[in-house]
């Protein structure tokens, strides 16, 4: 492949996924990023968003990263996250209820006594970028 990129996402048990792309976008804390080879070096602090990886061919798949740190350097992207599954390992159902518990939360419905406002605020948002990842997979060729 011309104008590669290898990319690796890495948590703390395992390698989520280990190839080449020839484009990678991410959503980072100050905008979207998108990484084509010969970027220049980069760190960048990542949030709970699909990361889109594109082949030569134009086909694209999407990984759920549930935030973390990605390194651009000499055609190598290396995302480490506490937390990332691939398309076919979220749970929607789960997801969902993740969700609705956290919007519960977040909207007073739920009371309870120790609740941490930050807590509810990240647990939405990595169950809507696991239904996202899902989503956004589901119209790719
Ligand atoms: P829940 O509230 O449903 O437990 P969570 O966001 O608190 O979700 P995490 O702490 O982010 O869960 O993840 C714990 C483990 O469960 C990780 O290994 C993660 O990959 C996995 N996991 C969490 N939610 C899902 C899901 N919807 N589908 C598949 N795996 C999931």
Redesign the pocket.
């Given at each position: 492949m011309a104008n590669k990129i290898h990319v690796e996402i890495i948590t703390p048990t395992r390698t989520i996924l280990k190839d080449d792309f020839s484009m990678v976008v991410v959503r980072a804390l100050d905008g979207e990023i998108g990484i084509l080879s010969d970027h220049m070096p980069l760190i960048s602090s990542l949030l709970e968003w699909p990361v889109k990886l594109k082949k030569d061919d134009e086909s694209e798949c999407f990984v759920s990263v549930?935030g973390g740190f990605m390194e651009v350097r000499d055609n190598v992207i290396t995302i480490l996250a506490t937390?990332a599954?691939l398309p076919e390992?979220?749970?929607c159902k789960?997801?969902e209820?993740?969700k609705e518990r956290a919007e519960a939360r977040l909207t007073g419905k739920m009371t309870d006594e120790q609740f941490d406002h930050m807590r509810a605020e990240v647990?939405l948002r990595?169950?809507v970028g696991?239904l996202k990842t899902v989503e956004l997979n589901s119209h790719t060729h």
């Open positions: 549930s937390v599954e390992e979220i749970d789960r997801a209820a993740a647990s990595r169950a696991r």
